[in-house]
């Protein structure tokens, strides 16, 4: 069972998690998007979330309930002022999470993390006649890469087939050999063998 265990760990310890998420929500009221990974993405949207639900309220015991977790002046003032006035007519759902895929290396799970109706927001790609003439560009220089590709292997396939042609004769010359030499390879006992039989039947003869 799950119980007190409300909130993943992220494999830091309190201290460094806590501030982690600081940050991440202090960059994303400041840049209006972050890019991590969508667990710390989760973790951050909780805590964005509430910070513009209080900003909303306005008033000095507000700003430092949100001065807990936005340490940057600059980025304080940009919540109450410009922020907060933005969302003053929607209940909630201030944020919305992007998945973008999976990170070289760790395969670790992507998104981007951002503010809704803002100016910096992802714009989906709506394909014009434009898009779609450079689209075609781009298919007709792949077609003529793909086109020399073929050319080249086709080019080299005649020498490639020599080449293995050539070594299955040198192959067959080297069976040839070893089949044609005299089994036991002719060789000749050592010279220091013949001396110990010699010694051995000196001994004999006395």
Known sequence: MR???ANPKLGRTTAHRKAMIRNMVTSLLREERVVTT???????RRIAERVITVAKRGGLHNIRQASRVVKDRDVLKRLFEVVAPRYAARPGGY????KTGFRA???APMSILELID???AVVPVVETEETK???????????EKTEKKVKKE???KPKKEKDKKERAEKRLERKERKSAAPKGGGKKPMAGMQKKTSVRKSSKGQ
């Open 95 to 98: 944020t919305r999470i992007l």
């Open 154 to 156: 086709a080019a080299a």
């Open 3 to 5: 119980h007190r265990r």
């Open 38 to 44: 969508v667990p710390k993405a989760k973790e951050a």
């Open 105 to 107: 290396g760790d395969n």
């Open 133 to 143: 003439k450079k689209g075609g560009a781009k298919d007709k220089v792949k077609a």
């Open 118 to 120: 803002s100016d910096r």
